[in-house]
């Protein structure tokens, strides 16, 4: 079994001519940990134990396929958990919890681009992507490399405000500084393209 490898269960029905790591801690770790317990005691015999271990792992993947669980999901699930048990920190812990009572399909798209940067250790690009993904963004511009003026063309409503304190808790790193303006688009001098009068903040 393999300890450090992230494996969904779901993973073994690709595994019938081969060996598949499966990592059982990621669910289900009273039962094995009860299971395993019987190991080296009396009437233990190796096989057959192997054998039942194998039939249960199996079971379970066809309990997931039937279920439509994939990787993607059991993996938000499990940083799910961590967020909301503080790994993240507190602010980040109360400001899922929010957002996503409010709307889960949000919640899961902030998970999703978090295990991303996780998995790649770009968090700032992703910062972006999920920003265009869960806002309507017409504009970013970098005035210097630690400060980044965004246009969001929504309103500024306390839900939408704290999506994007979600989105800089979990995806931002702390030196860079977000400046965001809301519904009224703005003007950057020198800017042609940007400097139109009707209602604009100039930069």
């Known amino acids: 079994m393999a300890e450090k490898v992230f494996s969904p269960y779901i993973e073994v029905l690709n595994g019938f001519e081969k060996v598949v790591e499966v990592n059982w801690r990621i669910r289900f770790i009273n039962f094995f940990n009860k299971l395993y317990q019987y190991q080296g005691k009396e009437n233990y015999e190796k096989e057959n134990y192997e054998k039942e271990i194998d039939i249960i792992f199996h079971i379970l993947a066809i309990i997931d396929d039937y279920s439509g669980i994939t990787a993607a999901e059991l993996k938000n699930y499990i940083l799910e958990d961590e967020v909301t048990h503080g790994c993240y920190g507190e602010k980040a812990r109360t400001l899922y919890v929010q957002v996503n009572n409010q709307k889960p399909e949000d919640g899961f798209c902030i998970l999703k681009y978090l295990q991303l940067a996780i998995e790649s250790k770009q968090q700032n690009n992703l910062f972006f992507v999920a920003l265009a993904e869960l806002f309507s963004v017409s504009r970013i511009h970098t005035t210097n490399v630690n ?9 500024k409503s306390d839900f939408n405000e704290k999506k994007l304190e979600l989105l800089k808790e979990l ?22 393209e940007t400097m139109k009068i009707n209602h604009i903040t100039v930069y």
Do not use: K, N, Q, S
């Not at 400060?147 to 309103?155: K, L, Q, S």
């Open 171 to 192: 995806l931002l790193d702390f030196w860079v500084d977000i400046e965001v303006v809301w519904r009224e688009p703005y003007g950057v001098v020198g800017d042609g």
């Open 147 to 155: 400060h980044v003026v965004v246009f969001i063309a929504e309103e």
